[in-house]
């Protein structure tokens, strides 16, 4: 049978993590086809169908997907999934969001945020916040799973030439509706998609240090902004600046973490990064254990010279 992932995008272009999917679906040795469900996506289904790897595209255009309603795609999901082996998708936020429904109404469990495959029927993914790793064997007809995309490559995204087909939405499930939402707009790169990340923790201490402090350097090296959920919670930047288990994985080629502690929740989301910088006063802290440079002293000097020695 064939493998099916849904593509994670907005309505405009794939997501860098569908690439990354599509290369663990083709791990499984089956011809892979890629759904995008959404509003006015044809510019996406044409850039699936470039994809190397990918057999063929199934295209939902309908209003109803247009914010990606978790009840809605599931019912989609769902009604497709039935033709395939395996689905696959993103373990993003929109990924998490429904496709343990879709499971369900399929009456099969997910496998969760898997970062490799053994065999069609064998994955391998982390447990207790990253200190484990489980190797889980399903029997279930259909296996949802969504994939950690930062564990693997992304596909080429030019030389493909697959088909496009279009298919009927599964309709509006009448459960739940769109209202409203407030998106915070940034000119930094996407944080999950970032070449560099720096990372503010709670030893910021204030929104305003945030802004004297991390942006700056960050501006330098062009990176995105992250921080510990300690400092989300204290108010000092949005939610979706949060890296860790809760918040966003990420794997950049440089991850600088300043006034981070290292608790085992962060360490989570950053460190498969390929280069960790920390800078903390305390010489003890956790984040030193996984950092490849560590600086002991005090941010508020050595973040402001680290940036002046930038240029």
Do not use: W
């Not at 599964?170 to 509706?177: N, T, Y």
């Not at 959920?229 to 990420?250: E, L, S």
């Amino acid at each position: 049978m064939s493998t099916l992932v849904i593509a994670d995008h907005d309505h405009q272009s794939l997501k860098p993590a569908t690439l990354q999917v599509v290369t663990a679906a083709l791990k499984l040795g089956q011809p892979v086809t890629v759904l995008v469900a959404g509003h006015q996506c044809s510019g996406v289904a044409e850039a699936a169908a470039k994809v190397v790897g990918v057999a063929e595209v199934l295209r939902v255009d309908d209003a109803v997907y247009e914010h990606f309603l978790a009840e809605n795609l599931a019912a989609l999901v769902a009604k497709v999934a039935s033709s395939y082996g395996h689905v696959l998708a993103a373990a993003t936020t929109n990924g998490r969001n429904f496709m343990p429904r879709a499971a369900a109404l399929c009456g099969v469990a997910q496998i969760s945020d898997i970062i490799g495959i053994e065999s069609s029927d064998t994955f391998v993914r982390p447990i207790y916040a990253g200190n484990a790793i489980a190797t889980v064997q399903s029997k279930d007809k259909i296996k949802f799973i969504t994939v950690r995309a930062t564990a693997f490559d992304a596909a080429a995204s030019a030389g493909g030439n697959a088909m496009i087909r279009t298919v009927e939405g599964a309709g509006e499930s009448g459960l739940s509706k769109f209202v409203s939402a407030e998106l915070s707009k940034s000119e930094r790169p996407e944080l999950t998609a970032a070449r560099i990340v720096v990372s503010g923790g709670r030893a910021l201490a204030s929104a305003e240090n945030f802004k004297t402090v991390i942006e700056p350097l960050a501006d330098k090296l062009k990176a995105a902004i992250g921080a510990s959920r300690a400092a989300v919670d204290a108010g000092y930047v949005p939610n979706d600046y949060q890296v860790g288990q809760t918040g966003k994985v990420v794997a950049p080629e440089l991850y600088v973490a300043i006034g981070i502690s290292g608790a085992i929740q962060h360490l989570a989301g950053m460190k498969d990064s390929k280069v960790i910088v920390a800078i903390n006063k305390d010489p003890e802290a956790p984040i030193f254990q996984v950092a490849d440079y560590g600086l002991v002293g005090d941010l508020f000097e050595m973040v402001p010279e680290l940036t002046k020695a930038l240029g």
